[in-house]
Every structure is written in structure tokens, then in C-alpha cells.
């Protein structure tokens, strides 16, 4: 049968099981969009390209599967790069279809012409150029399957447009023939071995939980590993949910914004079994200054990241779902011995429970009037509860988000983390729901900051009626820069503001047609947030007027130990205090 390249592409996702396209057209790419008017998957519209790559995110984020967009050539290609960036630091799947001028013409300085494949080497696991017609679903197929398996990534394919004009003979194979590529899936039985009777031996041991786990959909298995052999777990900003903050074990989220608990615990552990972790900055502070006394376990997918940061005891590399698995049938093959495996751990629970209660988060409300973020984000989470995905742009509202809402499931919380993107929340929200369905509330949490870069998104979820909640934490400041040029640059504060009327967020929602609400004060908070639950069916936008000075803590000053640690604004003007006396 003869068919264009173009409708090569409409078969080959549908072969592939896609449900959902995000993207935007433009002339490179329009051939491919005439037979897309047949397809038998779903296409949003969306209001800029960037849009179209965070919302293929969060619908990755939210379902484990490949997020998918398409988009034209040149402007629109490179429009989606901070986006491929934000996959490639977060391990997300996602396929990117760009158009391209014709292959006569590459290398001519066309109109609307860049070299995209160049451009997104750096920062896609793998892309192509398609010169021929009969290339192009081994092409989206080999990248399809390259983004979700081993570590998960974003991929590129490039069309030229007049491959997808040309006519051919179409065939299809489901048959993948990658040699050069086998992801290790299944760890070596010698480390796993040597991993138990690591861990054995242990006293202080802690589980370091990484974005990887979430990837792999390890839950489960992490669950049956952790509570069998009792250890403790923290759970990084990626890997929020996939070990539940309700456990007993579970000690909280580590890092520059962590809980206390979870801080300490690295630090003062002797063994650290990381999974799914990439010792990322932000996590160990000062990196020669971390957990000093611990031992390393480092299991993951990527042998790249195998003592990348840290000299690592036993490595392990493999897929976590399976590795854990392999761990766990150990335990089960050796069930009489089951004692020998468990580490004597029991004072160690017990301090980290102690440090837990005596150290909880802070915030100091007032019964009425002004309202603090924290309040506004606990209100959240008790109004649309832990049935909910919870998405959140960067930067103060963000790491209240991660501290605050107790999350209970891997995928209940998407954020952009490596790359910390401003922007991501609105279009990766509307992502997620379309992933999630109808069901599933989806709660974006914004700061007004983040809002107003990618806002004109909304437009696409009232276009094809996708029902997201999107709560802005409007302080009236970039609140994070604020936070530093107070702490670390004697409160000059230089162009930081944001007007909390520019624009004025309820004529905003006026204008795209969707119900609006405002919160001045706490007293109106629970009242204005359940005429919000109340309305499944459009999307809402939330105006949280809180207080513009309220900052993030604990706090690890950025280069420093993570033994620095800071409780409040009180500790940090006391330690300079201290350095000037």
C-alpha cells in the first residue's frame, strides 16, 4: 500500500498505542497535520511550543508512559529545548516530532530552519534526521522505545518535509534490532549478595530514595525491601511519594530545603543504600562534607552515575523494579535465616523518630488577617486530599509543596527538579490531567512568578476542556531571589518585585471564560478553597495573596555542609551575628 510520510507517522504512533499528542503547526510540519484529522488518537493545541513539551511531561510524570509532541521547524523545534533539558535532568520520557525545510534545502539558511538534531544533542538520549520516507517509523519506533527503556529520557525526530510528502510502500514490524544498545536490567547476583550483607552489618543505615525509583514504578517493591529489613527512608524532591510520608519509617525529603530529620539522617548514617539517586547537589551540599561516615550501596540503571559523585562499596546496576525484586527474593528464598539479614537498628529508628518530632516544619499563623504560604498549601492538600497529583512550578511555593503536603504514592507529585524550570507547572498540570482522566483531581501550585511565564496555556485547557485547578501563592515577588538578596546580599533587593495586580489574576480568569476566586486573608481561606473543590468540570484558577516575606527553611546555604544547617531567620542572623563578633 502507498502511503505519504506523513501518514507514516499518524500509523506508527498509533501502532505504538499513543493516546495523546501535544503540539502546535506550522508549514514544515503540515503535511503531517492533514492526516492527523483522521487519526485515531487525541491532539491538544496548545499556545507555544514549550507548552507542548511540559505538557508531554507531565502527562509522562503522571501515567509512566512517553509523553509525545510534534511541533515545526526552527523556531518551534528549538522552542522546545528548555524542555528537553528539563527530560534529560529528570529522566522523563518524551518524544519530540519536529519538522524540518526540505533535505534540498538543509544547509541553505532557509526559512525557519535550524539544525535541531545539533542543537538537542546535549540534551535529548538519542535523536535522528529522517532522509528517507521508508526510515520514518523505524525511526519514531526505535525512539519511542529508546525513551522508556534503561534510564528514561527525552528523544528527537527530525522530518524533513518533503520525506513526508513523498509517497512509499508502507510495511510495518513491531521487531526492535538496536545492537548497540542493552540496557543491564538485572544486577549482578554477586552485588546483591554483597548488598544484604552490607546492609546487615549496618547500624545507622538509611535507604536514600532518588527520582529513579518513580521511573522504574518501584514502589511496591521498595515498600516490601524497606519495611522487611526495617530501614529508614528518606525520599529526595523527585522521589516525593514513592515510599508514603505516612510510614513510620519514612523520615522525609533531604536536601538544601529538607526536613530536618532527613538531613540529619545523612549525615549521621553509616551506610547509605541509594537507589535511583544521582548525589545531587542540592542533596549533599558540600560534597566532601556528606554523610562522612556512611558506607555506599548505589544501585541504578545508568552506570554513568555509579560513583559519578561518590566512591560507591558495592554497585549495582540494573533496573530498580528488578533489582529490588532480586533483593526480595533473596529474602524470601532464605526466610528461615530472615534474622541475619536485618541490621540491629532499632536505638537508630528511634533517634530519628525523636528528631522528627522535636524538629518539625515552622510556620507561625496568625488567627486572622495575613496569610502564610505554608497555611494556603496545607489548606490545599486538606482540600483536594491524597486522591490528588499535586504539580508545582520553581522556587519558594515549590519546596513548601514538596515539605508540607504529605504524599502517599509515586507520581502524586510532579515537579521540575534537575533543571528547576519556571513555567513548568501550568502546561505540565494540564499533562498530567489529560494522563490521569477525569477522576483524578490535578492541583497545579504556582508561584505568581512562574504563573505568568507560561499562563497562556490555560487557553488550551478551556479549549479542550481539561479540568485543572491551578492555585497561585501570589506573594508579589521572584520569592526565592528575594530569600537570597535578603540573606546574602543585605536585603537589596534589586528587581525582584511583582505588582500582585499586574495583571489582575481574576479578570484574567474573566477573560479566559473560567471561575476565579481570591484569597485576601486566612479567615476566608477554607471557604474560598471548597467553592473551588466544588467545580469539577473547567478549569479554576485560585488567587493566595500571602505574605511577601515569608522564606523557606530549613535552609543549607548554598556550598555549604549540610551540617549548617538552618532551622529559621533567627538561626542564620544569629550565625552572623556570631561571624561578626
Known sequence: MQITGAEAVM???EALGVDTVFGYPGGAILPAYDPLIDAEFTHVLVRHEQGAIHMAEGYAHATGKVGVCIVTSGPAATNLVTGLADANMDSIPVLAITGQVATTA???DAFQEADVTGITMPITKHNELVHHPERIAGAIKEAYYV???GRPGPVLVDLPKDILNATFEWEWDDAIDLPGYRPTVRGHGKMIREALDLIAGAERPVIYAGGGLVRAGAAEELYRFATRLGLPVVTTLMARGVFPDTHELAVGMPGMHGHYAAVRALQEADLLVTLGARFDDRVTGKLDAFAPLAKVLQVDVDPAEIGKNRDVDVPIVGDLKVVLDQLNGVLDDKADEHDRFVPDAADWRAHLADMKRDH???CEQPD??????????RAIHETWGDDAVYVSGVGQHQMWAAQIIPYTRGGQWINSGGLGTMGFAVPAAIGAKVGVGPDVP??????DGCFQMTFQEIASAVQHEIPVVFCVINNGYLG???????????DRLSQVALPQDLPDLLKLAEAYG??????????ELDTVLSKARAITDQPVLVDLRVDPEEMVFPMVPSGASNDELLESAEDWHARVAALKS
Open 360 to 362: 518539625p516544619l515552622r
Open 106 to 108: 538543509i544547509g541553505s
Open 368 to 377: 486572622t488577617g495575613v496569610l502564610k504560604p505554608q497555611t494556603a498549601i
Open 442 to 447: 490535578v492541583v497545579a501550585i504556582d508561584g
Open 514 to 523: 473560567i471561575p476565579g476566586f481570591r484569597v485576601n486573608t486566612v479567615d
Open 480 to 490: 526565592m531571589v528575594r530569600q537570597w538578596q535578603h540573606l546574602f546580599y543585605e
Open 147 to 149: 525513551a522508556r527503556s
Open 11 to 13: 500509523r506508527t504512533l
